[in-house]
């Protein structure tokens, strides 16, 4: 990839080297844990097609749509709304932050022991390796979390960065007024970048536009919830991250006819895993790409993980916005209330995830949970203690990971993951 | 203390055995490190009785307090606005949270890599072991941190546990109509809990009784800005940490009683420091009683501590109430206007900090700045960043120590901050 996009990456202002350096690795990591699946469906090829141009096509595409007049917002959270990006012609791409390679260059102004996916993002923008952060005009952050709502301080003297802020208070009719606020403004700062007037015609075509590839992505997830599962849980984690940052329509296609195909499976009873594989759900964090270190560490020990209770899973697409309104003002409501129902951890109390958790394990016969908490994410990490009492409550058991984006503990995961297939064995 | 109080502790539900353990380690440590500084204010006999009756005289009067029918709310915030409380004829006192003791309790459910003071306030509470908790009717809890945010949700099923939202965005006009809503919600809650109404007039007078108590705590704190300072900050941080739990008017009768010595120590030239001692501002995380580590390591290794910019320090008493209007609509304004200056660093971005750190540290003539941030509190962890730039700026030199509640690095710190006062020598 690396003779044909090298002089896109340099008008974007990339470390060559250091990028170069990245570039290498990838493949072989690629092969190793995306590749080396068995049984892989066919359509599958498109995505792989899309990671084998992770750095490549889909930026000369940005670019493209750059010298075109279209603006380019880079976000970090399901917060983010895109339907007002896309309404102002603008494109919304997720940025990087699932790599370790980052981290190093992130440590030189941030303190160690800080959520992985923040150092990632943050060293990715100042190491200048991420040509998604070089393609972006303006950054979208929001008050999810101390961590990021700190480091957005340091990344906006390194681009543009608007934050939004999300109340923390689920239920509250002050929160829901703040939110409704903050969406006004953020609609009038993207109408002030782009120099686009976001109509209601335009924002609830984007409405559609977007529902569409949550209704594309649930159709997959749904899917999953048959027995043998049609595809793994690393290829469907890998669809989902790509959803992230690909053009929405050519993605929502794309998933659809990847659904098309596991249908037939289901319709022949084929599947990826063996027929008695334990099924699990992974309930916790995000998973930015290539963050796929746990998934490949449970599929290769014989577990099939049917789900992703996350902001990379179900988070993203259990809800569409409505479209009934006609004004903007109408939209704009519905758009408070579609996102005030994403169960983030960042909420208190956060009841609707307990029962989402509850009700997700049911409806994908899952036989165990795996929490998933990036380092020092104390939002998440704290509220296991109320997601693992509602699966004993379930007789479901649980197995709590907190990790960070190195591979020093794989091992000792594991190890601590084979231990909990016996148990669950034990039980079945 | 302890047998003259041992009925009371029974009727508050304590762990008596474990409870003795503490009361027993507490003596020791008061007269290691606070009784064997010298040249002390005889005016600190108040602090010290109050120091030697932690757990006995003033839970008495609490106890009376609510055998008379009125409330005790517990708090951790500066945010926690106790004027209402006050007004609504209850009494606030910040409860326990500064003791490595209570953490193993914490540790069963909490994580391990979590800021100490929640771990702390969460053990003593769930280990029955601090009877400001047990006198309490309710305790009022914020957003200020994601920690506290998701500790307070399990701290509820312990004691109600009411939660107010505060906004992130210092100068956004939606987020002081949110905290508005917030206060006459807070309002209404105290209403139903104490049974009291609170009127415009109890507001004014509460406003007042707090301002006075603030006002005192700046006048032994604008002492402090006089070279010899004429009271260590070990002593200065005592009656702050004090100020948050003692009877008001008592207390601040106590402060400016040992203001007018201190005042009387200037006028004769007399201090605690030696003449040439370097002059250290600590700035970041509060320290709640009895964290006297970092203090006690630097004013023993020959320095002394002039300020905190914190929330045991200046953060409390910088500003006022506003007195002016006549309604409780108009006080509630007040309240919005005074609280929204707190800079505390839960907001984004929290320039208002920055400009205070360069203030104080011109005011009180520093030579030097300690950023003090507790383990794992991201937002202070983070903003360091911004406060070391501008320091530099100032040509001040800064010294970052992350620690806990334990005393396995104080070594470590020592040596660090000798070395620190080595290099402020060296530019005296």
């Not at 750095?55 to 007002?84: D, I, S, T, W």
């Not at 939004?164 to 993207?190: C, N, T, V, Y």
């Not at 990036?374 to 007789?395: F, I, M, P, W």
Request: glycine share 6%; hydrophobic share 40%; charged share 30%.
């Amino acid at each position: 990839m690396g003779e044909k996009y090298v002089e896109l990456w340099k008008s974007l202002g990339l470390d060559l080297k250091k990028h170069g350096q990245l570039m290498e690795a990838l493949p072989k990591f690629v092969v190793d844990l995306v590749f080396s699946q068995k049984n892989r469906p066919k359509k599958m090829d498109y995505f792989d097609f899309v990671l084998s141009e992770i750095h490549g096509l889909r930026v000369e595409e940005l670019a493209k749509l750059r010298a075109a007049g279209n603006k380019v917002v880079g976000a970090f959270c399901l917060y983010a709304p895109e339907e007002l990006a896309y309404a102002a012609n603008a494109t919304m791409v997720g940025l990087c932050g699932g790599a370790d390679f980052s981290v190093p260059d992130a440590e030189k102004v941030l303190p160690q022991n800080l959520c992985p996916l923040i150092k990632s993002f943050y060293g990715f923008k100042v190491g200048l390796t991420c040509p998604y952060f070089q393609s972006c005009d303006m950054v979208v952050g929001e008050t999810t979390c101390d961590g990021k709502k700190k480091v957005y301080e340091l990344l906006n003297e390194e681009i543009p960065t608007y934050i939004m802020e999300i109340p923390h208070k689920p239920d509250s009719a002050q929160g829901r007024k703040l939110w409704l606020k903050e969406l006004e403004m953020f609609k009038a700062e993207l109408e002030r970048v782009t120099g686009n007037n976001i109509t209601a015609e335009k924002l609830k075509a984007s409405i559609d536009l977007i529902n569409n590839k949550r209704k594309a992505l649930k159709r997959l997830s749904d899917l999953r919830k048959n027995s043998p599962t049609p595809i793994s849980g690393l290829d469907a984690l890998i669809v989902m991250q790509i959803s992230f940052y690909d053009d929405v329509k050519r993605l929502t296609a794309k998933v659809n006819e990847l659904c098309d195909e596991l249908e037939e499976r289901v319709r022949k009873g084929e599947g990826v895993a063996e027929k008695n594989a334990p099924r699990l759900m992974v309930s916790g964090c995000p998973m930015a790409i290539p963050n796929w270190k746990l998934h490949s560490i449970v599929e290769t020990s014989g577990a099939s993980i049917v789900a992703e209770e996350s902001c990379t899973g179900t988070r993203y697409f259990s809800d569409l916005v409505e479209t009934k309104g006609e004004t903007v003002d109408d939209l704009l409501l519905a758009l408070v209330e579609k996102y005030a129902k994403i169960p983030c951890a960042c909420f208190t109390p956060n009841d609707a995830r307990i029962k989402s958790v509850e009700k997700l394990a049911k409806e994908f016969n899952v036989n165990g949970v795996i929490y998933y908490t990036l380092q020092y994410c104390h939002s998440y990490n704290v509220e296991s203690v109320k997601v693992g009492r509602a699966l004993k409550s379930a007789d479901l058991p649980m197995l709590k990971i907190e990790t960070d984006y190195g591979s020093g503990d794989s091992g000792q995961i594991k190890t601590r993951v084979e231990a909990f297939l016996e148990i669950i064995k034990g039980k079945q």
